[in-house]
């Protein structure tokens, strides 16, 4: 079969076009990439790559003890395959994640059908759960392993296609599957979570479930229902689980939550009136929910949680985006004070 022009031309590009910015280039050539099998696998031979073992990353440790996600070259990998009697063929089940500033395509892989110790000794690295990796890793980097992470674990979930249960097929970058059966196509899910700041104007609200770290207090938050705005699940979710209304509701940012599955978590600040604070918390969600002043949020922001030495308030760790939605309002707080 022909193949479009397109797709021709693109597939002799195997690094990124620098006809127009270095960000609007890599943007194009990660998805000349997922468009394009034969460009993607010669990629893959200049690509860097991120080990997994059953979902947990491999890092190392520097010399100064911080830690950072081992990037192994196409090649390093071929040879601890070779080295650990694998004949290299599981490198075709590498899935694209992105490209570097330097231009050059990353893939996660997950060698989890080898054994993990003598994988790590072979790469010199060690797999640790991504519970744990997310936050050992510097802000700018988790990002990158919990998108691998939660590539693999969709390949690893759809196998099969929900229509015909027939097997489903993958396209070389793994940025979707296809069940030739049903002609269904499937791309990587992810499920949408509405979290709030919710203010008093002058104090916030915290709330813990069961399951939290004793003396952890976070933003409130929840699933968004299909065919809900973000604004609509916002009020809902703080009314079932706080009983109180809310009204201007100011967007902040985003990010991608790995835990427990892929969230697309949607951070928002919010108001209720003064006169509506009373708090009913419903107690099959949430275990407790309490209004902090900026002084008891400022403190707890000073305190670095120690082990077996719970503060009696804790907040939610810098990587989460229910830490910055905190930081934020207490700056305008202080901004605010500052002002009056
Ligand atoms: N990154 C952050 O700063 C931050 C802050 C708060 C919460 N979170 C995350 O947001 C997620 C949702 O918060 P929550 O637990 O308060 O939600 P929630 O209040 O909606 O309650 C969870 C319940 O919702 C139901 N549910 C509905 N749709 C679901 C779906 N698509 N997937 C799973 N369960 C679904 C389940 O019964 C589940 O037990 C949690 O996974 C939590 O880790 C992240
Ligand atoms: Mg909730």
Redesign the pocket.
Known sequence: MLRPLRLLLSGLQTQPSRCCSSFVSRMRYVNRLKEDDEACTAALKDGSIFLFHRLSPLLRCTDVGTFSPATLTCSDVQSVLQRLGSDGSSLKEAVLIGCSEQNQAQFCLDVGELDQAAVEEASQGTFIDLRKAFFLLPAAEAPLVSKGQALLRWHQSTRFCGASGQPTQRNRAGSQRFCRSSSTVYYPKMSAVAVALVSDGKRCLL?R?PSFPRGLYSA???FCDMGETLEEALCR?VAE?VGLEIQSISYSSSQHWPFPHSSFMLGCHALVSPAHTQLCVDCS??EDARWFTVDEITRALQVKPRRGDPPILWLPPKHALANRLIREWVEQQWQSKGGA
Do not use: C, K, N, R
């Open positions: 709330g479930q409130l938050a929840g979710e689980e969600e949430l």
